[in-house]
């Protein structure tokens, strides 16, 4: 028969698989079980471990975005495009599919570009954090920007933040891109007006004045 008395910390196989149930997802059902967001024990194992533990009721952590460090209040499943747009009003990146199949929501992580809808906020504590309101250097648009303005690399405009970080990105990876290797690199991004041949002459262009 199974075991289904509680630990010392006061929490049982039976209690976790009712929060499981019941939508780990969602904070309030992570909030009824007690050990992992409250046991004294649990929270220094944590720490010997090397692990931040987050209250599954919200915490506050700090993040560093376009060089500025701000407060941002969370809780675990914050993905990081939610903290973008909803705490810190940066709505350049976009939510399309929140599910990682568009690239709308690329911002650039330590020198990488990530679909921020799928990074928790609490995974890029202690990251830089470069959104397309951050791209230009004082009132020196960035080269990526300044040739999408040029080759007019746009419809409806709600891919091209994604786009741009995404290139961004791509040109700081690989030097001597040629259109194939454009095309490829900026495959994860979907623009539903089908600007792409402007799109991917802009990123030529820009391929050709060099990086950032
Ligand atoms: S909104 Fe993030 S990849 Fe589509
Ligand atoms: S310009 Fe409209 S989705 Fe790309």
Same mark, same amino acid.
């Given at each position: 028969?199974?075991?289904?008395?509680?630990?010392?910390?006061?929490?049982?196989?039976?209690?976790?698989? =009712?929060?499981?149930?019941?939508?780990?997802?969602?904070?309030?059902?992570?909030?009824?079980?007690?050990?992992?967001?409250?046991?004294?024990?649990?929270?220094? @194992? @944590?720490?010997?471990?090397?692990?931040?533990?987050?209250?599954?009721?919200?915490?506050?952590?700090?993040?560093?975005?376009?060089?500025?460090?701000?407060?941002?209040?969370?809780?675990?499943?914050?993905?990081?495009?939610?903290?973008?747009?909803?705490?810190?009003?940066?709505?350049?990146?976009?939510?399309?599919?929140?599910?990682?199949?568009?690239?709308?929501?690329?911002?650039?992580?330590?020198?990488?570009?990530?679909?921020?809808?799928?990074?928790? @906020?609490?995974?890029?504590?202690?990251?830089?954090?470069?959104?397309?309101?951050?791209?230009?250097?004082?009132?020196?648009?960035?080269?990526? =920007?300044?040739?999408?303005?040029?080759?007019?690399?746009?419809? +409806?405009?709600?891919?091209?933040?994604?786009?741009?970080?995404?290139?961004?990105?791509?040109?700081?990876?690989?030097?001597?891109?040629?259109?194939?290797?454009?095309?490829?690199?900026?495959?994860?991004?979907?623009?539903? +007006?089908?600007?792409?041949?402007?799109?991917?002459?802009?990123?030529?262009?820009?391929?050709?004045?060099?990086?950032?």
């Amino acid at each position: 028969m199974e075991n289904d008395s509680p630990s010392k910390t006061g929490f049982s196989r039976r209690l976790f698989l =009712q929060g499981a149930a019941g939508g780990v997802a969602t904070g309030s059902a992570l909030a009824t079980l007690p050990a992992l967001g409250q046991g004294a024990e649990a929270q220094a @194992a @944590a720490t010997r471990a090397g692990l931040t533990r987050y209250d599954a009721a919200g915490a506050g952590i700090v993040l560093k975005v376009n060089g500025k460090k701000s407060p941002v209040p969370v809780t675990p499943q914050t993905t990081l495009l939610e903290s973008l747009r909803e705490t810190l009003g940066l709505t350049g990146s976009k939510e399309v599919c929140d599910r990682g199949a568009c690239g709308a929501c690329t911002v650039i992580v330590d020198g990488r570009s990530v679909n921020s809808c799928m990074m928790l @906020a609490i995974d890029a504590v202690g990251c830089e954090v470069t959104t397309v309101e951050g791209l230009k250097k004082g009132d020196q648009l960035d080269p990526v =920007q300044q040739a999408f303005i040029e080759h007019d690399a746009c419809q +409806c405009g709600y891919c091209i933040p994604g786009f741009v970080m995404r290139s961004r990105a791509l040109l700081d990876e690989k030097k001597d891109l040629d259109r194939e290797g454009i095309k490829h690199g900026l495959c994860g991004n979907i623009c539903r +007006c089908a600007a792409y041949v402007r799109i991917f002459d802009a990123v030529a262009a820009a391929a050709k004045g060099g990086q950032s």
